[in-house]
């Protein structure tokens, strides 16, 4: 899939495409409304399809103090909207210049002379431009100005709520792995590269992959049992904290995947790992033996968990 960048003009050949606008962090249910509409639109007419997104999220900009909470890398993000049957995914890069940028200049200059866009689809609440001032009725009159078709979905309920990215990242946080999944269609899934640690879980038999949690979100922290799938596809079970690890100094924020029988070295490689079930709270214990003992209990449980989800 081809990724575009909103500061350059678009190739001629996606040109006249039908673009899916939003932030899409998760992309769930409601954003795959969105990209389903943009789509089919697009292949209706012969048109290519791009779904745009904000990197980085827009409320990072105005809000750096705000904790991490990211869903979905741009990589994870490329990969969805590909799946998605899109051609292409335009990347806003969100800073003070577009920050600065007026609701009008957004649909007229960027949309339609640097894009050229046929037509947009973006959710029936979604805002942009300066100070927030643009909505669906601004974009549906300034597109028309410029040839650019507007259309509006509207949200995903779910027991009486819309799916947002806000209530799965309010699952996630109360460690309800399957709440999340469910309305992200996908468990939730940490990607990042493996790197070197203390070793001390080497050291009681259970080596851990270790993984900074970089801008994603921190889900509630404890032991989970995951899925890890490296870079040749292989899936591996496992069990992970997902903590500050409270027995050790200095306390220091990491995702530790222990991967069921697998030895090999995966020191520099990019890994991605799926959150299924979460087992318990992150604690502190007696000592080493009262802590290896309980991993032991939480890699079994793990090993039953992922295991008869696969049967």
Same mark, same amino acid.
Request: aromatic share 8%; glycine share 12%.
């Given at each position: 899939?081809?990724?575009?960048? #909103? ?20 992309? &769930? ?63 806003? #890069? ?13 649909? *007229? ?12 689809? $973006? ?36 027991? !009486? ?14 460690? *309800? ?18 790197? &070197? !640690? ?9 080596? $851990? ?12 922290? !404890? ?8 870079? $040749? ?19 220091? *924020? ?21 959150? &299924? ?35």
């Amino acid at each position: 899939m081809t990724r575009l960048d #909103h500061r350059r003009s678009v190739p001629d050949a996606l040109r006249g495409a039908i673009v899916a606008l939003g932030n899409f962090d998760g992309f &769930h249910l409601g954003h795959q409304a969105v990209v389903r509409e943009a789509v089919d639109w697009a292949k209706g007419e012969g048109r290519p399809a791009i779904v745009a997104t904000f990197d980085p999220h827009p409320v990072r900009h105005f809000a750096p103090h705000v904790p991490p909470f990211r869903l979905t890398s741009l990589d994870q993000r490329q990969e969805l909207f590909a799946a998605a049957r899109a051609d292409a995914m335009l990347v806003f #890069h969100f800073d003070a210049a577009l920050a600065n940028t007026s609701a009008e200049d957004f649909v *007229e200059k960027l949309l339609g002379e640097r894009i050229g866009a046929a037509g947009v689809v $973006t959710g029936e609440d979604f805002t942009f431009g300066k100070g927030r001032g643009g909505n669906i009725g601004v974009l549906r009159e300034r597109g028309a100005a410029v040839g650019i078709e507007t259309r509006a979905v509207g949200p995903v309920m779910d027991g !009486g709520r819309p799916v947002s990215s806000s209530r799965i990242r309010d699952a996630l946080k109360a460690g *309800e792995c399957g709440e999340a999944a469910r309305l992200l269609t996908r468990p939730f899934a940490i990607r990042g590269e493996v790197i &070197h !640690g203390d070793k001390r879980g080497r050291a009681i038999g259970y080596p $851990t992959a270790n993984m900074e949690l970089g801008a994603y979100l921190r889900p509630r922290f !404890g032991i989970y049992a995951v899925l890890g799938t490296l870079p $040749t596809g292989e899936v591996l079970q496992g069990a992970a904290n997902i903590g500050v690890r409270p027995m050790f100094d200095p306390p220091r *924020e990491l995702l530790e995947p222990y991967f069921f029988d697998f030895a090999g070295d995966l020191y520099g490689q990019e890994v991605e790992v799926a959150l &299924h079930h979460f087992l318990r709270p992150e604690m502190a214990f007696d000592g080493l033996d009262a802590l290896t003992a309980q991993m032991a209990e939480d890699c079994e449980r793990a090993r039953k968990l992922l295991s008869a989800a696969a049967n």
